[in-house]
C-alpha cells in the first residue's frame, strides 16, 4: 500500500513538472526577424540623429534656424566619422613597429592609424560648423559630449595627484587636454577616444617631469596614499 502512495505521489509530481513546463501556443515567442543591412543603417542613422538633437538641444539655443544647422553639421560628423571606421578597420595596416618604440603594432595603434587617414576636412567641416553659430564656450561644450567629459575629468585626477598643482601646470594640462578632445572627436569608440587622450596625457607628465616634477613619484604616492586609506576605514569599520 505504502508503495502504491509513493508511486502515485511521484506520478503527480511529475504530470505537474510537466504542465508548468508547457507553454501555450499563443504564449511562445515568435523568433526576432534579422534586419536587412539597409534597415540597420537606418536604425543607425536615427540613433545619430537624436543624439545630435540631444545635444544641440543642450545649449538651449532658441534659434530654429541655428539649431537646423548645428544638427545637421553634427549629425554629418558622426556619420562620416561611422562610415571611415566601419570600412577602414585596422587589419588595413600592415602589422609591423612603432618606430618610436619599437614594439610590435597593438590592434588599437592599427585602429588609430587607419582612422587618422581620414580626410582633414571632415574635421575642419565640423569646427568651421561649430565656430560659425556658437560662442567658444558652447563649441567646447559639444565636444565634451563627444568625449563625454573627459577633459575635466581628466584634469581632476592630475589636481588630486600633484601636489600643490601651479596655475601655470594647471593651464598647461589643460591645453594639452584640450587638443586630446579636439583631436578625439574624429574617432568612433571609447576606446580610440581614451587612446587619444593617452597620448596627450603622456604629453602632460612629459611637461611635469620636465618641470622639475617626478611623475612616477606622485603618482605611487598618490595611489599608496589611496590604498592607506581604504586600509585605515576597512579597519574601522
Not at 14 to 38: D, F, I, M, R, W
Not at 82 to 87: I, K, S
Not at 187 to 211: G, R, V
Request: charged residues 25%; hydrophobic residues 35%.
Amino acid at each position: 500500500m505504502k508503495n502504491i502512495i509513493i508511486a502515485s505521489l511521484l506520478l503527480t509530481l511529475n504530470c505537474s513538472y510537466s504542465v508548468l513546463g508547457q507553454v501555450e501556443p499563443n504564449e511562445q515567442q515568435s523568433p526576432k526577424k534579422e534586419l536587412t543591412a539597409e534597415q540597420k543603417q537606418e536604425k543607425a542613422n536615427q540613433e545619430i540623429e537624436k543624439k545630435a538633437a540631444e545635444w544641440v538641444n543642450s545649449l538651449n539655443l532658441n534659434d530654429a534656424t541655428k539649431e537646423q544647422k548645428l544638427h545637421s553639421v553634427i549629425a554629418t560628423h558622426l556619420k562620416t566619422v561611422r562610415d571611415w571606421n566601419n570600412e577602414h578597420p585596422g587589419s588595413i595596416v600592415p602589422a609591423g613597429i612603432n618606430p618610436t618604440t619599437g614594439e610590435k603594432l597593438s590592434e588599437m595603434d592599427r585602429q588609430i592609424i587607419a582612422m587618422s587617414s581620414m580626410p582633414k576636412t571632415v574635421h575642419e567641416n565640423l569646427m568651421n560648423g561649430l565656430r560659425k553659430d556658437l560662442t567658444e564656450e558652447q563649441v567646447e561644450s559639444i565636444l565634451d559630449k563627444y568625449t563625454i567629459g573627459k577633459v575635466q575629468f581628466t584634469l581632476k585626477g592630475y589636481e588630486a595627484i600633484v601636489p600643490n598643482i601651479t596655475p601655470q601646470e594647471k593651464e598647461t594640462i589643460l591645453n594639452y587636454l584640450k587638443q586630446a578632445r579636439e583631436q578625439a572627436v574624429d574617432y568612433k569608440s571609447m576606446k580610440q577616444i581614451s587612446a587619444i587622450f593617452e597620448i596627450y596625457k603622456t604629453k602632460c607628465e612629459q611637461y611635469l617631469n620636465s618641470n622639475g616634477r617626478n611623475w612616477r613619484q606622485m603618482y605611487k604616492d598618490f595611489t599608496d596614499k589611496i590604498k592607506a586609506q581604504k586600509a585605515a576605514e576597512k579597519t574601522a569599520k
